[in-house]
Structure formats: C-alpha cells, structure tokens
C-alpha cells in the first residue's frame, strides 16, 4: 500500500517529532575541507588540536536553517531565533573535544554517523545527548542539507555518573580503610560443604575431626579477589601479587582450629561471624586479629562474595599476656610469685599428686647490702637469684618468690633423691654465677621436706620453712663470729 504524503505533511512531522531536530547547511563546511586538502592536510585531527581555534572556524560554517519545538523545548528557547543568537552558549566546553571526531567523521567519507555529546541550555544546564548526523540524499557533494537528531540522555547519564562515583567512594573506602580488607569467593566451599551434607552426614563437628584434610582442601579452595591497601601494610608485602602468592605462609599453624569453627558456623547457616585468630606476615612475625567474616547481601545462596576484615590485635595481645605474666611472676627475678604458688601448692594437693619435694630458699646477707650499698645493688642480687633457680629449675618442677629474699621450689612427685639433685645442681649454678660476677656473692639458707603420705602440704612446707630457718640462724652466728675475730 502506498501513502501518499505532502510538503505539509512532511513540514508537520519535522515540527512535531519527539526528538530535536536540526536541518543545517554544511555545504561552507565542504569548501573549508576541499581548500585544507588542497593546502596539503592529510590528518584532520591533528590539524584541529594543533590550532582550536580551527575548530571554531569549522563551527563557524554550519548554518542552521530550521529547528522544531523539541529543540526550542529541550534547550529553553522561547523562538527559533533566540536559539540561534545563543548557540556559542550552546556549544561549548565538553562539545568542542565531541566535535572534532564528528568533523573526522565528515573529512574521512562518513555521510551518516553518531555520537554521544554534551550541549548546554541556554540557561546553562548540562545536556547529555545522543547525536545522530546524517548528510539528506542528493546531497552527498554539497553537504547543504543535513539531518540532525539530538535524544536528551541527561538522566541516564546522571544516574551513570552517580553510580560512578558511588564506586570510587565505596571503592576509595575499601582501599584506603584503616583495618585490612578482603574480598573473597567462598561459593566452592559452599559446595564441599552441600555435598557432604548430601551424602548424609549431621554431626559436622565430628566429621572434621575425622576427616581434617577436608578443611585443608576448604581452606584451598578460597579465592581472594581483592584486598585493600591496609592488608598490603599488615602483612608486610611489597604489592598485591607478591600478598597472593604466598597465601599459604599467611594462613597456617593456629588458623586451622578457628577456620574450622568457621566452617562449622556456615554449616549451620551463620552467614556474619567474628572471632580472633592467628595470622602470619610476610617476614614470619605471628598477627594476632580480629577476624569478621560477612556472605554479603545478594549472594547468600551461593557465597561468591565474601568481605573478611582483619584488625591487628597485635599489641593488645602481647599488652595482655604481659598483665598475664605479671599476675603470675615476680617482675624482678622473672620467677613465679606467691600467688601462683599458693595457687601450684593447692593444685598438686587436690591431684593429690604424691610425694612432692619442697625447697624453701633464703638469700642470706640481702639486708646488708640494701643497707650498705643500696636497693640497686640488692635488686642486682635478686635478679642473679632468678637467673640461677630460672636455670635451676625444668618443668614440671616450679620455682617462686614467696617473699622478699625467700623463694621455693616445688618438684610434684619429687622424693628426697630428686631434692638432692636439684639442691647439687643449684650449688654447682651459685658457684658459676659467683665466678661470673663480681661484688656480692650468691649464698643461700635451704630447707628440705619431701611430703609423706596423707601429710598436708602446707605441713612438709612448714618441716622446708624450719629446717631452712636453723639453717639460717647458724649463717648469722658464723657472721657474728666472723666479725668478732675481726
């Protein structure tokens, strides 16, 4: 069926479609190449960019000879003719770098081509829009008529260059935050975990304890997909490939036990998790860390996106194993003290571990040289103490500073022979240490007790505190004599 249409027609269409659009005249354009050719121009571009202002000079030869309502719309013109009087606010800025590839278009044979640009309304709104530019039949040579379309895509490109800034802050986030990053795919482990469960197995919990070469093929077959900045710092690596190559001296030894509590908690559908573990940098320095573990949002069903985040704990570790080693050592002589003592005499008593061999020690002379010489030199003294029992003294035996200059040894299942032994082994220590050191010497009052079926503890101890006293007493007398004969 043919239809048959008027110049009406035709004039109604242009004015009432629902798109901007252009007829112009490029015909001045046209001669403007044709001369640039014959001056010897073979790279239009470069032509352009080596003198802007060229490319005002080829704006300058495009005459627009009709526009319809859209355009007056889209761009805030009242009439056709004040569209005209603005066009330099029209084209500008942005437009100008667009146009030089649609001039090359035209220099290089193209009669119809398109492109996304940027105009400006009159009133200095940014317009994204999609140009399509066509040279009208039959007028191929002249290039005096030409079609133009402009669709405004300003919403959609809005929407893109939010969603593009939405990335590079979130991405800025990841990379520049202060805790070390990761992003993972669990979705393999996911399906190790679906096909035990689909072989029947309920107690997963015994499963890796039976089968601990499953969590070593689990923790394999994680793949990391990117990590931030703070990781790189953390674990001392130079870049990302050098990080992700040595995966397996970051995660091993005391990471398996809380990996595998990891598993068990997916297992049971905890999909946000938190605990502390062990981590090793590059240089082999153990990271303590606080681990949480999230399947974000979208991927619960297949877990092939997983953020873990990893706080160094570090200092705070090694801050609470120093308080620890405090509540149960004496900061001077590095000994245990009389806390975990008392704590080490009623344990034994309650395995009722039998005989235990007690040694009750005294520093003899450590007044006098608090007196003569000072707390420093006695301190010195102390601190030698503590090298000799320290050396003295082999799990599961236990040596303490039960007071200022007396200390005790216990030896859990210890007879009278294992006390001599270690009393022959500290004489022989004390000689060494004198030798070594000059000034005051090491000399100690001991006391004995090996406990006896049924007997308290307390009492052999009491027996050890007694005989180390007469031991002591007689220490002082020989002094007293000594100073006499002086």
Known sequence: ????????????MFDLAPVSLWLEDFSGLARLFARWREEGVTDLRSHLRADRTRISLCTRELKVLQVNRRTLELFGAPDADALLAGLGRVFRDDMLDHHVEELVQLWSGALSYGSQTVNYTLDGRRLDV??????????????????????????????????????????GLFEHSPVSLWVEDFSAVKRLLDEVRDQGIQDFRVFTDVHPEFVER????????????????????????????SLSQIFRDEMRRPFTEQLIELWSGKLHQQRETVNYAL?????????????????????????????????????????????????????RN????????????????????????????????????GHRA??????????????????????????????????PAGDEQAA??????????????????????????????????????EAALHRADGQMYRQKKAFHANAANDRRKE
């Open 218 to 245: 689990c923790m394999s077959e994680i793949r990391v997909i990117d990590i931030n900045h703070q990781t790189l710092t953390l674990f001392r690596a130079p870049d990302k490939p050098t990080l992700l190559k």
């Open 283 to 335: 240089d082999g320095e153990p990271l303590h860390v606080h681990l949480q573990f999230a399947v974000l949002p979208g991927h619960e069903n297949d877990w092939s996106l997983v953020q873990v985040s990893l706080t160094d704990i570090t200092a705070r570790k090694r801050a609470e194993s120093y308080l620890e080693f405090l509540g149960k050592h004496d900061a001077l002589t590095k000994l």
């Open 130 to 171: 999609n140009l399509q530019v066509r040279v009208l039949p039959g007028h191929e040579h002249t290039w005096n008529r030409v079609l133009l379309s402009l669709e405004d895509v300003s919403g959609r490109e809005q929407a893109r260059r939010a969603l593009e800034r939405s990335q590079r802050y979130a991405q």
């Open 1 to 12: 069926m043919k239809i048959s249409t008027t110049d009406d027609d035709f004039a109604l």
């Open 338 to 373: 009389r806390s975990f003592f008392d704590d080490e005499l009623n344990r034994l008593e309650r395995k009722q571990v039998q005989p235990v061999a007690l040694l009750v020690i005294d520093l003899n002379g450590l007044k006098q040289v608090n007196d003569e010489r």
């Open 378 to 411: 006695g301190d010195a003294l102390l601190r030698r103490v503590g090298e000799v029992l320290g050396k003295a003294t082999n799990a599961p035996a236990t040596a303490a500073r039960i007071g200022g200059d007396e200390f005790a040894v216990l030896i």
């Open 420 to 457: 001599e032994t270690y009393l022959a082994t500290l004489h022989e220590l004390v000689e060494l240490n004198n030798q070594f050191h000059s000034g005051d010497p090491l000399r100690f009052s001991v006391g004995m007790a090996v406990s006896q079926p049924g007997e308290r503890l």
